[in-house]
């Protein structure tokens, strides 16, 4: 165990019963800082007290509406503010996602995600929206979609379509949160969140590291998403992909243990959410994935693309899925 100068040290932060939503940033950074032999190892007990360790549940990304988003987001290509940033489309028919649903359900996916590059939908566009939702819950699959800011009428319209999941990341600690983005505010992400919640529906909440933020905000970040009232369902923690023509194109790389390292303090502090290894994972090492599930990473997006970026192509993870002795939830990945 550490010595009694850790904050930490002979916590009971391994203790299956407590689901805390009273975390300190100082608390975090001291899980960030503990030896790497024993953050795995409480990450680890939690995880194993929630969740099988060899389970990993599998989720594919579709972008239904690719490009032209007003936000000025600087990670991503999508925003309209950027140099060389993607070509605008528009909202993909319903029956086009429902193929692609298809495809994704024999591929092994359990639940299919529909992303749109909006600061929010207009009402006809909520509509198809939810056709789509109603379609792919008719294929036995779990719907998860990511549609920007949404007041309480729009979460509960997506509600009554049957919607599982939503998607709004924090991103980033409240601190660092000014210096990524300008064209929408912390709180306003929040309320988002919170009429998710009062809907009834779902929430998958993460962030995005490698952002230049420093060791404090990666703590920040930790504890908001361990502070809120409820912990999200599915936290995504995604590794930067750095993209041309957007502001952090030449961000500096993320060493792969810092990274593992917030994989387990998410595990840590949110002891019965699915933490899900997210973006970045087409740059990753086999090996760095496969710590990232000793540390408590139990999901994963699976396909070629996520949204506009690569994802590992589908044999390398079901490659490494059957070197580690690892299975899927649902119907699982298909035989090579």
């Known amino acids: ?27 975090v950074q001291a899980l960030l800082d503990l030896p790497f032999p024993e953050l795995m190892f409480r990450a680890q007990t939690l995880h194993r007290a929630a969740f099988d360790p060899t389970e990993i549940q599998i989720s594919t990304l579709l972008s239904i509406k690719t490009g032209g988003c007003p936000e000025d987001c600087a990670y991503c290509p999508q925003s309209a503010k950027h140099e060389q940033g993607v ?9 086009a ?5 298809k495809k994704a359900k024999a591929a092994g996916a359990s639940r299919f995600c529909m992303g749109a590059a909006w600061r929010s939908p207009k009402e006809r566009d909520l509509d198809t929206v939810c056709a789509m939702i109603e379609g792919v819950k008719q294929l036995g699959m779990e719907t998860c979609v990511t ?8 979460a509960h319209k997506l509600h009554d379509a049957g919607l599982d999941y939503y998607n709004h990341n924090l991103d980033t600690s409240p601190e660092y949160y000014g210096e990524i983005i ?29 952002l230049g933020e420093n060791e404090t905000d990666r703590a920040g970040l930790i504890t908001a998403l361990a502070t809120l009232p409820a912990h999200p369902e599915s936290v995504p923690i995604n590794l930067l992909v750095k993209v041309e023509g957007t502001p952090l194109a030449k961000a500096d790389e993320v060493e792969p243990l810092d990274f593992v390292r917030m994989i387990a303090a998410a595990r840590i502090t949110m002891p019965k959410s699915r933490v899900r290894l997210a973006a970045g994972r ?11 599930f000793l540390a408590g990473a139990n999901s994963i997006f699976y ?25 899927t939830t649902g119907i699982g990945l298909p035989s090579a």
């Open 87 to 95: 070509k605008a489309d528009k909202l993909m028919a319903v029956e």
């Open 1 to 27: 165990m550490p010595d009694g100068s850790s904050p930490l040290a002979h916590s009971s932060v391994t203790s299956s019963s407590e689901v805390r939503h009273d975390w300190t940033v100082a608390e």
């Open 147 to 154: 549609l920007g800011m949404l007041d309480n009428a729009q």
């Open 282 to 292: 087409e740059n990753m090492s086999d090996e760095t994935q496969a710590l990232c």
């Open 303 to 327: 396909g070629e693309r996520l949204l506009t970026t690569p994802n590992p192509q589908a044999t390398r993870d079901r490659t490494l899925l059957d070197k580690l002795g690892m299975h």
């Open 182 to 210: 300008s064209t929408r505010t912390y709180q306003e992400r929040l309320d988002t969140l919170s009429n998710v919640r009062d809907a009834g529906i779902n929430v998958c909440c993460g962030g995005i590291v490698g």
């Open 97 to 101: 996602v429902l193929t692609e649903a």
